[in-house]
C-alpha cells in the first residue's frame, strides 16, 4: 500500500508525499517547516516515517523549508551539486547528500529514480518513486517534454503532473510580457493542453490517479484545469492539489 499527497503545490509552495506502512519520503520543500508537519498532522501521515527529502531545483517555491526540516526531523536532504550550490544559502542543510540525474538511489523501502527535465534552474530534476512495483511519478516545473518524462511517465501508477496555466488566460492576462514568454517557453511551465497531450501520448495503461499539479493563481482556475483534462477521466481518476493546504490523501 502507498499513501501519496500533495502537501503543498503551486508557484507559492510544493511539497509531495509518497509513503508506504514503514517509510515515506518527500519530494520538495518549498513551504515552511512548521507548514508541512502541520499538513501531515492535519491529513494523519507520520512525519517520524519520513527518511529522506528530495530537491527538484533551486527555485525558493521548492527548497524554502529544507533547513528547517533537516534538523528538525533529523533526515537527509538531496540536492544535485549543481542545485545546492545554486540554492539561497539560507535555505539549505547544514549536511547535505547529493545524488547524480540517471542513477538511482535506495531511502528505506524505496527506490528513487532523479532524472533531467526542461525547466530554467541550474541541474532540474523531476523523480519517479517505486515501491513493490508501484510507480509515482512528481513531474512538475517542465518546460518541453523530453524523453526522459515520457519514459518515466509511462511506468507510473500515479503522477503528480504539472498542469500551470490555459494558454488564453496567460496570452490576454496581467504578465509582462517577458514572465509571459518564460512561462509558455521550452524551459517554463506545461499548459493544461500540454499536460494532456502528454499524458494522452505516454502514459501507460496502469496509470490510476493524475493529480493536476503547480496550478497559476494568475493564468489558470482549477476548474479549467479539470475542464481540460476531462477526457482523462475515462481512462483514470483526475485531481486537483491546492496552492492553500493540502489534497486528500490516495491510496495506491
Not at 514503514?22 to 517520524?48: H, M, P, T
Not at 528530495?54 to 528538525?72: N, P, Q, T, W, Y
Not at 540536492?79 to 549536511?95: E, I
Request: glycine share 6%; aromatic share 10%; net charge neutral.
Amino acid at each position: 500500500m502507498l499513501e501519496i499527497c500533495a502537501i503543498a503545490s503551486g508557484s507559492n509552495g510544493n511539497c509531495y508525499y509518497i509513503g508506504n506502512k514503514k517509510d515515506a519520503v518527500l519530494i520538495d520543500a518549498g513551504i515552511s517547516c512548521k507548514q508541512i508537519l502541520l499538513r501531515l498532522k492535519e491529513k494523519n501521515l507520520d512525519s517520524e516515517k519520513v527518511k529522506a527529502v528530495f530537491i527538484s531545483h533551486e527555485h525558493s517555491d521548492h527548497v524554502r523549508g529544507a533547513r528547517v526540516l533537516a534538523k528538525r526531523l533529523n533526515v537527509p536532504v538531496y540536492f544535485t551539486a549543481k542545485t545546492f550550490h545554486a540554492s539561497y544559502k539560507n535555505m539549505l542543510p547544514a549536511y547535505p547528500r547529493f545524488f547524480e540525474p540517471g542513477t538511482a538511489l535506495n531511502v528505506g523501502e524505496f527506490t528513487i529514480h532523479p532524472f533531467l527535465k526542461n525547466h530554467d534552474a541550474s541541474e532540474p530534476c523531476s523523480f519517479r518513486v517505486e515501491y513493490a512495483g508501484k510507480n509515482v511519478g512528481v513531474f512538475t516545473d517542465i518546460g518541453e517534454p523530453c524523453e526522459n518524462v515520457t519514459f518515466h511517465l509511462g511506468l507510473c501508477d500515479a503522477v503528480f503532473m504539472e498542469s500551470n496555466y490555459d494558454e488564453e488566460m496567460l496570452r490576454t492576462g496581467p504578465y509582462p510580457y517577458y514572465l509571459k514568454q518564460r512561462v509558455a517557453s521550452s524551459n517554463g511551465h506545461l499548459s493544461n493542453r500540454q499536460a494532456l497531450n502528454l499524458l494522452e501520448e505516454s502514459a501507460g495503461v496502469q496509470l490510476k490517479c493524475v493529480f493536476l499539479s503547480h496550478l497559476s493563481a494568475e493564468n489558470n482556475t482549477p476548474e479549467l484545469a479539470l475542464s481540460t483534462l476531462q477526457p482523462l477521466t475515462t481512462k483514470c481518476d483526475v485531481k486537483l492539489t491546492s496552492r492553500s493546504g493540502a489534497a486528500d490523501v490516495f491510496v495506491l
